[in-house]
């Protein structure tokens, strides 16, 4: 008899796919509703890995679900070739970058032709092809046209070993993200995009996806964009005509201030010292030497000891008109707030600990130990009834205990705020500042704008030139794309200057604006600048006349249902949904949120652990597909677990998934009766099987949870297999009628062998746009029980009931029968008995 062969029925399908084509979606007058399925595209580092097989197995699952539901589905693949690694990876090989991307994307393709995702390849980008990139700068003009882009000269994250800048984002605990080299910082002009104009759009909108996106992921970005809301005070400084500001949460305590301090690296601090006599000047320029080389790490660290400089100098208290002495410390943050802060040593924790170490003064402004609330306390009583007295309240004195009191509590030692619990002391001290001209409500965000100049060749060139004359002159767009020169010739080792401006002849450019000599940018984009808006470009990745089109968006956009790792909760998928606000303003596109839905899968780990080829316990992909093919890689995947929980591949065993396989497609070739069959004639108890699994399916795969979806069609198989063995046999309408649903179902998972089962069930190619067969709610009552109804112990009727039937109801049955009420004949009823599902027992008085 037929042997289930992976390798044959692969070999046989693939042809087949190729030729029908049956994943092209938006076909010209195709009607079905729309679905946009869409994977986080893959980087070409290499053959595909574990992780993508995990990925992309769950997001084919929902696509091909949701085409087997009447919907035209766009699941479009793509690859993110730019980047870092591909220019490592040329340096050390001293080869062109180019090459070695485009080979690891023929490597991955060929991978993924195996596993056959239910892409549309048609659709197919690069986004390191001009065809791509011209489009980002497209983009970056959009914004740059609206003050969106613009370059700033600043301190930068800067890796000293890949000799590169790094986002914030990269720095990951002060050390580079990729290499791992302590980040050090580095005076540059760089691009920025201002994503902090979009920071209360970004948080609030967060809660529209609240219940589509992971919860975790929705709080991480909370986290990142970080708004807190306070006020901004004015101090005047002696000896200088303008104020400055600082941010606080707590305008409360502004009575408790008791010095200042400001960042050492700020311009405002440089200043102040520069107006003190020359001991200050030279203490502040040595204490700055050190703070230079301190990594943000440590100055974030609240257990390093405090350091720091009294530049002596003074501020006033607006509402007390005390004066301040102004220090410089490393624990206040130049690009946080204003860069200084009043320091109000009793209640937060950094400025406790500096009061103590440089001997300031520490004043209490809120009593923690006063109730907050109205309410009287209860006076609780012991057993003897003698009242429990509350315990000693803790002393209120921060200086001796070292311990800030952070809580909330009433207003002291603050004049018009004495008495005031901490959110009207709030109100009325922004009040109190607002009527003086001396400070306003305000809210800070720990947001900062999107640095997206590398230094390196393999990106987007900037599409911008300098002209000694005009200054920065946008290339016009009839000349886009910029495109990179040859990397040929070029030093690509990193240097902290891109390797472009190397590239004289590419440099050197007449401005658009005046035709006189003048050069390009020689930055790169970010990465991220590529993958903010590539499921846009998906819409029609051929349109040579614009980056997208807007009546495809309307149609398509936004993506239903993004599928990637968690890695990504914050860079990527914040950037992303800035671009897509920024579109909508401009009247791109008329939706604000970039993903719908978001399922982020859990990793693919080894004996516990990430794999590496490192640690020696790398499972690779490749070998993994030849030693029992794509359907079982996908299966076991898919049945390994939630998909959101990380996968121990040395817990889960491939052998158990082909075995799985075998017997279901061995089903197919068991069936005898011809697809015109009456299902109506099958043997109920298999029809009822796999008429709760069409019921149920759908909510479990919209549920993301497949690994049930799979445990459920075990169990089908099994129902299956027992009816033909044991039941009334392989003829039986049922059978067929389970097989082709085990087929239908299967193509989920395993698109090969459900196709192979479809075929040897009489049907044409193919099974992914078989339609889903509507559960027959007839079959979905539960199986019945047969309960006995007595009378006096003497059985006097039988009914059919539900076997979860409640008790009352039951009972209810029971005195409706017929032959029951005739056989208690009128006699009064002493008591029921009622064991629900079996039996009731009406006992009558005689
Ligand atoms: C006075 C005060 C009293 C403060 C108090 C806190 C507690 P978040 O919540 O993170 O926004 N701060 C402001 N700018 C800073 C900077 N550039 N570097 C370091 N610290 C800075 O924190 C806001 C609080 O952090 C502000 O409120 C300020 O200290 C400090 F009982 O002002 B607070
Ligand atoms: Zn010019």
Known sequence: DAVYDFAAIQAKWLPVWDELQPFRAGLPGDTRPRKYVLDMFPYPSGDLHMGHAEAFGFGDIVARYWRQQGFDVLHPIGWDSFGLPAENAAIKRGTDPREWTYANIAQQKASFRQYAPSFDWSRELHTSDPEYYKWNQWLFLELYKRGLAYRKAGQVNWCPNDQTVLANEQVVDGHCERCGALVTKKALTQWFFKVTDYADRLLDDLNQLE??????????????????????????????????????????????????????????????????????????????????????????????????????????????????????????????GHGAIMAVPAHDQRDLDFARAFDLPIRVVVDTNAPVTGVIPVIQLDEQGVPILPEEPPALDPASTGVALAGEGRMVNSGPLDGLSKVNAIKRMIELLESRGTGRAAKNFRLRDWLISRQRYWGTPIPIIHCPACGEVPVPQEQLPVRLPDAEGL?????????????????????????????????????????????????????DTRAFDPAEAEKWAPVDQYVGGVEHAILHLLYSRFITKVLFDLGYISFTEPFTSLLNQGQVLMDGSAMSKSKGNLVEFADQLREHGADALRVTMAFAGPPEDDVDWADVSQAGAAKFLARAWRISGEVTSSPDVEWKTGDPALRRVTHRLLADAPGLVEAYKFNVVIARLMELVNATRKTIDQGPGAADAAVRESAEVIAMILNLFAPYTAEDMWQRLGYEPTVALAQWRKADPALLVEESVTAVFQVDGKVRDRADVAPKIAPEELEALAKGSAAVVRSIDGREIANVVVRAPKLVNIVTRR
């Open 211 to 336: 219940g589509h996106w992971p919860q975790r992921v929705l709080s991480m970005q909370r986290n990142w964009i970080g708004r807190s809301s306070g006020a901004d005070v004015e101090f005047e400084i002696e000896g200088r005509e303008e104020r400055i500001s600082v941010f606080t949460t707590r305008p409360d305590t502004l009575f408790g201030a008791t010095f200042m301090v400001v960042a050492p690296d700020s311009d405002l601090a440089a200043e102040l010292a520069s107006g003190a006599g020359p001991d200050v000047r030279m203490r502040f320029q040595d204490y700055l030497d050190t703070v230079r080389g301190t990594t943000e790490m440590d100055r974030l660290n609240q257990e390093r000891p405090k350091t720091g400089v009294f530049l002596e100098r003074y501020a006033v208290n607006p509402v007390s008109g005390e004066r301040l002495p102004i220090w410089a410390s490393d624990y206040v943050l130049a690009d946080y």
């Open 491 to 543: 030093d690509l080792r990193p240097k902290g200057k891109s390797p472009l401006a190397a590239a004289e002849e590419w440099s050197t450019v007449s401005c658009p604006q005046c035709g006189g000599e003048a050069r390009r940018d020689s930055d790169t984009m970010d990465t991220f600048v590529d993958s903010s808006w590539y499921p846009l470009r998906f819409l029609n990745p051929n349109d």
